[in-house]
């Protein structure tokens, strides 16, 4: 029994309605190993992962649990075979605890009654077990951390008797110290026999954690069980892309003379307890990157100068300007665009076609007395999305249907439309895969070049030192460093994220 | 129809017969999908359209097999009609307020207040003493500014739509109560009667208030940037607040938008009563909710339509009229309203759900 692998799935086809999510995919896990699924976006890895998670039946294919054929039917008949997932999009309930949501569905109870006091006792031993014993087991979950929500849904699958459990990108929400204690976790499992399904876009944590690797293409397997110690980088991206790439940045514009004036200069913000004293200016044509671990203010930064948030002092300045505070509005009307962290919840109005989405902070320009000219929206929101290369091309699909490289160059469209003087990008790349990156950077870098001031955070130190000329690190709401991009390296600015968590 | 389905199949079946190794038919494959999709949606709301329309054949066919003449007369279709006007203007209304993420639980509150003060004794006065469009001010600014002050709670307040709404229920009747002394309002301005009694064509001039009312609210939701704007505003509200529109000011406008339908449809109320009172309009926020969602607008707001909304409206007023002649109580005809909304949400759902799945 111990000879057949825990998983195999042969032959897995899965159509929706015009398409075809899936087209024979192969996939064998054994118990014990980290094996990693990679893939670009709309490679397929969502859907294989709710195959397994029996959310969805595949049409055709075969899944083997042991050896044995068996048919996940519905969500349960998953669990009894003890396979977990823990998706991107944490399913938990805010308002419940930390105890009560990770034994939500097989609460202890005796005669209908709840054993309230052998629940926390199990569950600080699984968030000891976790290493994070810090949590409160009594605390509702809404008031958590995105790392320590995590925690709990890792905590939630362990609770139940987990043999295969899917990580779908982990580490989107994690920062380095937080990602280190994930993958000893998951080494600590793996030891105990189970085994793991982990995606990420992260080629660098796969190497780290990762046994095999299979790779997803267009819905379907283009390799399967390569060794992750044998297998160059190159190959890997080869694999995904069907070309050779290298994660390239596109070549900085000419050397940045401090000459004119600041597009955008900030004085002296401030917001109450999360970040104070932050200066900055850009000019045009440059590009300002904001490196720091997540929580350290960062996005908060942007959100702030943007208008989102009502600053508790300091100053914006657009074109020698200043901006009225806490309205979105002003810095719309002033040449601001946002291309906001959480692209599906911030940015995007997934149930409406990509010319509405493109259009949407341009309306004016589209209407007399009111009435809007759709054609005219069709016309110009084409222009700008078929100069951005959005696939499919045809603006009237539901941006909902699109990969999240495209949803993304929908949201720069839609800015690159009205025309801004300064951009602001918020995890521009997050959950973009490989090639489409490239020609976000680039595209960034082009929009720099026609004179757009760009302020970008990342959490990828790599984004920020390749595609920024001048770069801040911030760490606990305050600016540590500002120096250019080319006089610093990845290590010394994580020494400078770090230094304040080491005192 | 047929012709898009076909498409969409022939795209299904060259997808799986091509290996999709092919990144080329995979492109291909998918720009067509995104056709047959969008065509796939157009055909969707058509076809829930088209649902309500043999849905209200069939009501005027149970009508004609059970009444008879009595039913399929130029009078009764008016007497459906004019009782149709009323609710519809208001569902015009609260199918943007929905649309826009919200709700409106005092429209008939709100109804009763405007039919009161429009009547008032010294409305009335001043109204004999000038012009009877006196009357038409004092409705639509009262409908106005009770949807103001709901609005601005909602915006600024941040007090959630329902109970905002329900307070002024309560609040409005009560002053509607107060200022009538609880006692009926009979209209003595002839002008007024006059104007809202007259019919051009033979058609009523309620009805024609309502066809306006519909079509000036088709253009305002498709054609407009507020309409567009009440959609963004409803799907994805953060979304459009970092979009740069101005969250807060459209949500107040969707509120007064509702109150002023209200003005108009006390009004309408009035001069075919040729009564105000604080009883009008008693849970008329049941039937025009009702309506909007029967006619394919998303509780959840983002989606709407004001063709469905109209359907909705004319779906309940004939079902009313047929039972009515069948001499059936209104008992009856509440619980059959209540098992259409059910189902009609029902078969909106499995929509729904064929439509993100493609």
């Known amino acids: 029994m111990n000879d057949a692998p825990l998983l195999t799935m042969r032959g897995i086809v899965k159509r929706f309605p015009g398409v075809l999510a899936l087209g024979g995919v192969e996939l064998e896990v054994r118990a014990g190993e980290v094996h990693c699924l990679l893939g670009q976006n709309g490679a397929g890895k969502s859907t294989l992962i709710k195959v397994l998670s029996a959310s969805y039946q595949p049409d055709e294919g075969q899944i083997l649990w042991e050896g044995e054929p068996v048919a996940l039917s519905t969500p349960q008949t998953a669990m009894d075979l003890g396979i977990s997932t823990i998706y991107q999009e944490l399913d938990l309930v805010p308002d419940l605890s930390v105890a009560e949501n990770i034994f939500l569905g097989h609460e202890l109870s005796t005669a209908g009654f709840s054993q309230r006091g052998e629940t926390l006792r199990r569950t600080r031993d699984l968030l000891a077990r976790l290493g994070h014993s810090e949590i409160p087991a009594t605390r509702s979950v809404g008031r958590l951390s995105p790392a320590a929500q995590q925690i709990v849904s890792m905590a939630r699958a362990l609770s139940q008797d987990t043999r295969l459990l899917i990580l779908d990108e982990p580490s989107a929400v994690l920062d380095q110290g937080e990602v280190n204690n994930l993958f000893r976790v998951i080494r600590d499992l793996t030891t105990e026999g189970v085994a793991v399904v982990y995606i990420s876009h992260r080629l660098e944590e796969i190497r780290q954690i990762g046994d095999r690797i299979t790779v997803l293409k267009d819905g379907s397997t283009v390799a399967t069980g390569l060794a992750v110690d044998q297998t160059p980088t190159s190959e890997l991206i080869k694999l995904m892309t069907g070309r050779s790439i290298e994660y390239v940045f596109p070549p900085r514009g000419e050397v940045v003379e401090p000459t004119g004036d600041p597009v955008l200069e900030v004085t002296g913000l401030e917001l109450a307890g999360v970040f104070t004293g932050v200066d900055l200016s850009v000019r045009a044509g440059e590009i300002v990157g904001l490196a720091g671990l997540v929580g350290a203010g960062r996005s908060e930064i942007l959100e702030t100068l943007y208008g989102a948030r009502r600053p508790s002092a300091g100053t914006v300045r657009v074109a020698g300007r200043e901006l009225r505070r806490g309205s979105v509005p002003a810095a719309v009307k002033a040449g601001v665009g946002l291309a906001p962290e959480e692209r599906k919840s911030q940015g995007l109005l997934l149930d409406q076609a990509i010319y509405a989405n493109i259009t949407v902070s341009t309306l004016g320009r589209f209407s007399r007395f009111g009435l809007l000219d759709s054609r005219a929206e069709r016309k110009r929101s084409a222009e700008v999305a078929e100069s951005l290369d959005v696939r499919p091309a045809g603006v009237d699909r539901l941006v909902r249907l699109l990969s999240g490289g495209n949803q993304q160059k929908v949201v720069l469209a839609r800015w690159l439309l009205r025309g801004c003087r300064v951009l602001l990008l918020d995890e521009p790349t997050r959950g973009v895969d490989v090639g489409a990156r490239a020609e976000i950077y680039a595209l960034v870098r082009s929009l720099a070049d026609s004179g757009v001031a760009v302020v970008v955070v990342s959490s990828e130190v790599e984004e920020v030192l390749g595609l920024a000329d001048r770069v801040l690190v911030v760490r606990e709401g305050r600016v540590v460093h500002e120096g250019p991009a080319g006089e610093i390296d990845e290590s010394r600015v994580l020494d400078l994220v770090m230094e304040g968590k080491v005192a | ?358």
């Open chain 2, 1 to 358: 129809m047929s012709e898009q389905s076909t498409n969409r199949q022939g795209g299904a079946v060259e997808n799986t017969v091509t290996p999709s190794t092919d990144t080329v038919t995979v492109e291909r494959a998918a720009a067509e999908s995104g056709r047959g999709g969008g065509g796939g949606l157009m055909s969707g709301s058509f076809g829930r359209n088209l649902g309500l329309v043999v849905a209200l054949l069939l009501i005027c066919a149970a009508g004609v097999i059970t009444a008879g003449d009595r039913f399929a007369s130029i009078d009764n279709t008016l007497t459906i009609l004019r009782f149709a006007s009323t609710i519809g203007v208001v569902s015009i209304g609260m199918t943007f307020v929905i649309t826009g993420g919200g709700i409106d639980l005092s429209v008939g509150a709100i109804l009763a207040l405007c039919s009161v003060w429009a009547t008032t004794f010294a409305t009335q006065t001043m109204a004999g003493d000038t012009h009877w469009v006196i009357m038409v001010f004092v409705a639509l600014a009262v409908g106005s500014a009770c949807g103001l002050v709901n609005g601005v709670l909602i915006a600024y307040g941040k007090v959630v739509p329902f109970i905002t709404t329900l307070a002024m229920l309560a609040a409005a009747r009560g002053l509607a109560e107060i200022i009538s002394e609880r006692r009926t309002q009979i209209v003595t301005v002839d002008g007024f009667k006059d104007f809202f009694s007259a019919d051009v064509l033979g058609v009523p001039f309620l009805v024609i208030i309502f066809a306006v009312v519909s079509v000036a609210g088709w253009i305002l939701f498709n054609r407009t940037t507020f309409g567009r704007r009440t959609l963004a505003v409803g799907g994805n509200p953060e979304a459009a607040r970092l979009a740069g529109i101005n969250v807060n000011r459209h949500t107040v406008l969707l509120y007064v938008l509702v109150g002023f339908c209200c003005g108009l449809a006390a009004l309408m109320l009035v001069s075919r009563t040729t009564t105000g009172s604080s009883t009008h309009g008693t849970l008329l926020e049941l039937d025009v909710i009702a309506a909007v969602v029967i006619g394919g607008t998303l509780l959840t707001g983002g989606r709407g339509t004001i063709a469905g909304t109209v359907l909705g409206v004319l779906i309940f007023a004939t079902l009313g009229n047929v039972f009515t002649l069948n001499n059936q109580d209104t008992s009856t005809q509440a619980v059959a309203k209540g098992v259409i909304i059910i189902v009609a949400v029902l078969l909106q759902q499995r929509l729904a759900r064929n439509a993100t799945s493609t």
